[in-house]
């Protein structure tokens, strides 16, 4: 199952790298993960992350498959 992962780099609470270390975890794997990175964006990334998250929950429901991918997708 594909998984998308949005983490702000100003998130005190959690270290971003404990997520790029999953998403590497995964991606060994030979899971689908997409890990974004967003810019100065603290713990609570609702309203940054809606943008990315939104479309990549429509792809998921839509009657085509996921491409297989896996890594960062780049900052937003």
Same mark, same amino acid.
């Given at each position: 199952?594909?998984?998308?992962?949005?983490?702000?780099?100003?998130?005190?609470?959690? !270290?971003?790298?404990?997520?790029?270390?999953?998403? %590497? %975890? %995964?991606?060994?794997?030979?899971?689908?993960?997409?890990?974004?990175?967003?810019? #100065?964006?603290?713990?609570?990334?609702?309203?940054?992350? #809606?943008?990315?998250?939104? !479309?990549?929950?429509?792809? %998921?429901?839509?009657?085509?498959?996921?491409?297989?991918?896996? #890594?960062?997708? #780049?900052?937003?």
């Amino acid at each position: 199952m594909p998984l998308l992962i949005t983490h702000g780099d100003a998130d005190a609470l959690i !270290p971003i790298e404990l997520s790029a270390a999953e998403t %590497r %975890r %995964r991606c060994a794997a030979g899971e689908s993960v997409q890990f974004v990175t967003l810019p #100065g964006v603290k713990h609570d990334a609702r309203n940054e992350s #809606g943008p990315i998250v939104v !479309p990549w929950l429509k792809e %998921r429901f839509a009657p085509v498959a996921a491409v297989p991918k896996c #890594g960062a997708a #780049g900052i937003r």
